[in-house]
């Protein structure tokens, strides 16, 4: 291509491009994805020798890998000499192999990768066209074969997408179950105004889909849900959706091997069907907390629903309207329902700890669509960078025992998170009297999520919204009394109450060998797993974001890649062995446990403050205490002695 010449946009259709348009988009460009980007196709060593520093984020606590200021210039003007003489029909070189792959990874920062971090980080390259593969160890059996081993997935989300694709590839015989009428898992419940991620669209994304043209940086709901639609169609498994059932019952037959569910169609009438293996992705956010624990909550007479059955039938312009919680979807909705409402009343039971995100409602520009469709391998290394970032959330998490001993609160970078959020908050409570102390956290950050900031303390300053923060006590037919004895009179309720994160896989009840039931193996102190996956006296059923199962860091697309390649694996296994049956081990089980347990203690998420992450019994049943790298290389491929194989 000359460099006044024209080039069509994959993003834009055919609208033209010169070298000023060139120049821009490098200038905005993540100019250290380019280089790694430039330095893997060109092999020009000077890229190679560029110099990198740390670009802190939340005051220090955590960093980017950014080019060098003196660096710069240079990278600008080698990127510029390719692009503009690239041509679209170059022919693009081959990914490197994994060996010189690992350079290019010592090369984007200003240290070595470390040996535990290898192989997870290679995996989030995405070099290959499936980089969580799983594959038939043998020949591939006959299809007669494979066919009797049927595989019932419950749940039409992400999880259940990332186990379809992964057994369509196998040729596996399996159908999706999914209670709601379409794909999209909780993103088709959540229908809120304003609702979308608050991950990065390039961190939370399939890593076997390459480049999809997002439209903003962080997803909207209804993008979020168009994006699911399309990977269902593209790899052709959305003829394996069967809508409008939901598994109510799941019963294990030993004499056959076989569960065999109860599914309840939207019509009512129910169907029992038989199968080999079950994958639950019914997921920890399928279950919303409707009803809240508060008095005369029945006796309101006026509009009232959860933000996770939004009733678009209902108006809320010009209304009063009282919004219940302010968590991660009660901040990111009242921004809409303040700007339209004629009054809005927040009640907040616990502040959160809320964070500016940049590039939080940023559309991806035409420029930016230009360096992802015309620089080979740069989103990979896009894509790497928010990964790598990413992964220093997990180091926030420990108690340093010496830095307390020395007058800190949990360790150095928690602290420092803690004290740049607090500056954060000061300055939007900054002139109104009485505000700091009401949105101000007591608790460490992360000790709860952490909230994405979607204008929620700006909408605090507006005259026509209030934050309540006495508890309430009941209420009305017509509003809501807090224990001061004010009563507000609304015209709505909305509930952004959460969900009941410690139902999992509700409502369907599951018996599983010998008359095993859930409820008696949890009654101790909750839900509990062998590594979020699978669960003793109940073969062949694997759970995806079970218990304990929500990893320390990284995105949760690709933790689904991860844990369909887990449960492919061994089900290659019971198919080419002519295999019936694997049952966890209760002593792994058990050791496993006592492990997690004892990890936990190190870790911040039971401290004071704590929200849905603990269950009633008081302890941290949502997530995994391992590191990431370590619990990677625990669920990359089954260890089978972990199972009594029948």
């Known amino acids: 291509m ?51 520093r740390r670009h802190a984020i939340r005051g220090g606590a955590m960093f980017a890998h950014v080019l060098a200021e003196e660096e710069v210039p240079a990278l600008k003007e080698k990127a510029f000499a390719y692009l503009s003489k690239r041509k679209p029909d170059d022919p693009i070189p081959p990914p490197p192999s994994k060996a010189k792959a690992r350079k290019l990874m010592d090369v984007f920062g200003d240290e070595p990768i470390a040996e535990p971090e290898f192989e997870y980080n290679y995996e989030e390259l995405a070099y290959n066209e499936f980089p969580r593969d799983a594959e038939w160890t043998t020949k591939k059996p006959s299809a007669e074969k494979i066919a009797k081993f049927k595989v ?15 057994f369509k590839r196998l040729g596996l015989n399996f159908q999706v179950l999914e209670r709601q009428g379409g794909i999209g898992g909780t993103w088709l419940l959540n229908s809120y105004p304003e609702a979308r991620v608050d991950t990065s669209s390039f961190l939370f994304q399939f890593k076997f889909v390459k480049n999809y043209p997002w439209t903003e940086y962080f997803a909207s709901a209804g993008e979020t849900r168009q994006y699911l639609e399309r990977v269902a169609e593209r ?6 959706f069967y809508f409008n059932r939901e598994v109510v019952s799941a019963v294990w037959h030993e004499d056959t091997s076989e569960w065999e ?23 920890l956010f399928a279950t919303p907390n409707k009803e809240p624990n508060i008095k005369g909550y029945k006796d309101y007479k006026r509009p009232i629903f959860h933000t996770a059955q939004w009733d678009h039938s209902v108006d809320y312009r010009d209304k009063r309207i009282a919004l219940l919680g302010t968590g991660s979807t009660g901040t990111q909705l009242a921004p809409a329902l303040a700007c339209a409402a004629k009054s809005l009343t927040i009640y907040q039971r616990t502040p959160n700890w809320i964070m500016n995100m940049d590039g939080y409602r940023e559309r991806i520009d035409e420029y930016a669509r230009y360096i992802f469709d015309n620089m080979p391998y740069y989103w990979n290394w896009y894509c790497y960078s928010s990964h790598v970032t990413s992964q220093q959330l997990q180091h926030l998490q420990p108690y340093d025992r010496d830095w307390q001993a020395k007058g800190g609160i ?26 700091l102390e009401k949105i101000l956290p007591k608790h460490a950050p992360l ?68 008359g095993a039931t859930m ?8 839900a509990r797993s062998y590594l979020g996956l699978v669960i003793p006296g109940f073969p062949n059923f694997f759970s995806f974001y079970g218990p304990n199962h929500q990893p320390r860091s990284g995105g949760f697309y690709s933790w689904g890649e991860i844990w369909a390649r887990y449960t492919a694996t061994c089900i290659i296994h019971l198919i080419e062995h002519d295999k019936k049956s694997m049952d966890c081990r209760k002593d792994v089980f058990d050791e496993y446990n006592a492990r997690l347990d004892a990890e936990c203690k190190g870790l911040i ?16 049943g949502v997530n995994v205490p391992w590191k990431t790298a370590e619990y990677h290389r625990m669920v990359s491929k089954p260890n089978l002695d972990s199972f009594e194989i029948r």
């Open 605 to 620: 998420w039971e401290e004071a403050g704590h929200g849905y992450y603990v269950n009633e019994w008081g302890r941290q």
């Open 447 to 514: 000790v709860r999520r952490l909230v994405v900031d979607n204008g929620f303390y700006d909408i605090l300053r507006r005259d026509n919204v209030e934050l309540v923060t006495d508890t309430i006590d009941t209420f009305t037919e017509t509003g809501i009394k807090t224990v001061d004895g004010k009563e507000r009179e609304f015209d709505l309720v909305v509930l952004g109450t959460g969900f009941k994160t410690s139902q999992y896989f509700w409502p369907c009840k599951y018996v599983g060998r010998d």
């Open 519 to 526: 409820e008696e193996l949890w009654k101790k102190d909750g």
């Open 261 to 283: 569910l109860t599914v309840q169609h939207a019509d009512g009438h129910s169907e029992s069907i038989r199968c080999n293996a079950i994958v639950s992705g019914s997921g």
């Open 235 to 240: 790899y052709q498994v959305k003829d394996h």
């Open 2 to 52: 000359a460099s006044n010449g024209d080039v069509s946009l994959n993003g834009n259709g055919t609208k033209p491009v010169d070298d000023a348009f060139i120049r821009t988009a490098i200038d905005k460009s993540n100019l250290n994805a380019l280089r790694l980007a430039l330095l893997q196709v060109t092999g020009d060593t000077d890229l190679a020798k560029m110099h990198t």
């Open 410 to 435: 949990i360790n150095e970078r928690n602290d420092k998170v803690r004290e740049a959020l607090t500056e954060y908050i000061q300055s939007k409570a900054k002139g109104v009297p009485g505000l």
């Open 152 to 166: 019932i997935v419950i749940g039409g989300g992400i999880s259940g997408i990332a186990a379809a694709v992964q």
